[in-house]
């Protein structure tokens, strides 16, 4: 049974920082691409980073130069570091383990909140 199990979230003043760990109970953890989406509230679930089997990364526009994202496949967590946060930032941040096309497992998310 695969679980992906997030952690790292929490209240933190605009400019502060926060990291997400997503641990995943997955055999074959390194051939999955790892994803870290948010949904904040009356809005649609997005992409904010995403991480290949090969390490090739890509961001959502709005992060970009803010956080990172990284794997280790050894401890089959993938982590999200987030840095310079923003008000608008605040959602509930939720891990995703793929396989194209049509493999897809979601953790139950950790929320991020940012404010003063």
């Known amino acids: 049974q695969v679980q992906l199990v997030e952690s790292g979230g929490g209240l933190v003043q605009p400019g502060g920082s926060l990291r997400l760990s997503c641990a995943a109970s997955?055999?074959?953890?390194?051939?999955?691409?790892m994803g870290w989406y948010r949904q904040a509230p009356g809005k649609q679930r997005e992409l904010v980073a995403r991480?290949?089997?090969?390490?090739?990364?890509n961001y959502a526009d709005s992060v970009k130069g803010r956080f990172t994202i990284s794997r280790d496949n050894v401890k089959k967590t993938v982590y999200l570091q987030m840095n310079s946060l923003k008000a608008e930032d605040t959602a509930v941040y939720y891990c995703?383990?793929?396989?194209?096309?049509?493999?897809?497992?979601w953790g139950q998310g950790t929320q991020v909140t940012v404010s003063s």
């Open positions: 995703n383990a793929a396989i194209e096309p049509k493999i897809s497992f």
């Open positions: 997955i055999f074959s953890f390194s051939m999955y691409a």
């Open positions: 991480i290949t089997p090969g390490g090739n990364t």
